[in-house]
T-cell receptor, first 113, second 111 residues
Framework: DQQVKQNSPSLSVQEGRISILNCDYTNSMFDYFLWYKKYPAEGPTFLISISSIKDKNEDGRFTVFLNKSAKHLSLHIVPSQPGDSAVYFCAASGVGSARQLTFGSGTQLTVLP | DVKVTQSSRYLVKRTGEKVFLECVQDMDHENMFWYRQDPGLGLRLIYFSYDVKMKEKGDIPEGYSVSREKKERFSLILESASTNQTSMYLC????????FGFGPGTRLTVT
């Protein structure tokens, strides 16, 4: 049973527009959430994170929003650039599993020039 | 920056062979992990270790074992490789509940 779900396997966006990637989780013990970006033939790289005590965290063009009541988080990229084209993984950790990250299945983002 | 290295980028092995995947990190992290990445399934945790000589099963440990004799090194072992173990294998390390640093991955093909 997937505890972290990314229901959109792919997303295409025009350069300069906003990209919104979504993630849902089922485990209410999760209290720390991260987004990773992965290019082909490379390991994932950390992008941005958010603790459950916050509902928003921003870093340059990247903003993560957390809705605890809905068990939903989203990553906004504004403006989107062709170099953002990659697979984006949502991940979560929490009480009782603090050393592990549980990942979603990923969303392939394509930014069209 | 966390530096995690993996011994091979690409490996081709035959069914039934014993396969060793090595991972080394240089940040003195106590936690190390092995994941596999498959299309549509994301990253799935195979094994992890939070200290030397300690290991814990992840979500899909069957067919794998691990070894952690030194803090900086975490090895994944396929005792008898099978075709369904063809995958991208990713090693990661972390300190506490902090962000993970990942290695570049090993693309393993079992024929």
């Amino acid at each position: 049973d997937q505890q972290v779900k990314q229901n959109s396997p792919s997303l295409s966006v025009q350069e300069g527009r906003i990209s919104i990637l979504n993630c849902d989780y089922t485990n209410s013990m999760f209290d720390y959430f991260l987004w990773y970006k992965k290019y082909p033939a490379e390991g994932p790289t950390f992008l941005i994170s958010i603790s459950s005590i916050k509902d928003k965290n921003e870093d340059g063009r990247f903003t993560v929003f957390l809705n605890k009541s809905a068990k939903h988080l989203s990553l906004h990229i504004v403006p989107s650039q062709p170099g953002d084209s990659a697979v984006y993984f949502c991940a979560a950790s929490g009480v009782g599993s603090a050393r592990q990250l549980t990942f979603g299945s990923g969303t392939q983002l394509t930014v069209l020039p | 920056d966390v530096k995690v290295t993996q011994s091979s980028r690409y490996l081709v092995k035959r069914t039934g062979e014993k396969v060793f995947l090595e991972c080394v990190q240089d940040m003195d992290h106590e936690n190390m992990f092995w994941y596999r990445q498959d299309p549509g399934l994301g990253l799935r945790l195979i094994y992890f270790s939070y200290d030397v000589k300690m290991k814990e099963k992840g979500d899909i440990p069957e067919g794998y074992s691990v070894s952690r004799e030194k803090k900086e090194r975490f090895s994944l072992i396929l005792e008898s490789a099978s075709t369904n173990q063809t995958s991208m294998y990713l090693c990661a390390s972390s300190r506490g509940q902090g962000e993970f640093g990942f290695g570049p991955g090993t693309r393993l093909t079992v024929t």
